[in-house]
């Protein structure tokens, strides 16, 4: 009787599209909600260093004097936090994977020096008197 079911599944699988695709000619579309490698708007960081507090894996460095911010690749998780928790919303989920490697991979990001803004000082009136 498993053969009559067996042969079954074959008959009607030979009428259906492939369960898979043809991957190197096809690239593969990822879902917009897929959760691959975390990028960095390096000009909004301000370094606040949020974001290696509330990796759980402390996957994240961030280095204030040098204004270095450091990922490495291997241990993070791509769990979100890092980008949820981000006051400047600077750090982004990709929704596509980093390349594989056989060896570790950490990513230094130089931060550039944010030039702050000086108000115009008000002129000064005349004192009547």
Not at 57 to 81: F, L
Not at 102 to 126: L, R, S, W
Request: aromatic share 4%.
């Amino acid at each position: 009787m498993a053969i009559f079911k067996l042969g079954k599944v074959v008959i009607t699988s030979l009428f259906k599209k492939p369960a898979t695709l043809m991957y190197p000619v096809i690239p593969r579309q990822w879902q917009e909600r897929t959760r691959g490698h975390i990028s960095i708007v390096e000009k909004d960081c301000i370094l606040c260093s949020i974001c290696s507090k509330r990796c759980p894996t402390h996957a994240i460095t961030v280095d204030k004097e040098g204004r270095t911010w450091a990922i490495n690749r291997m241990d993070c998780v791509q769990c979100g936090s890092c980008a949820d928790n981000c006051p400047k919303k600077c750090l982004i989920m990709e929704n596509q994977y980093s390349a594989p490697s056989a060896t570790k991979t950490i990513d230094v990001h130089d931060i550039p020096v944010v030039e702050k803004k000086v108000a115009p000082q008000a002129a000064e009136a005349p004192v009547a008197g």
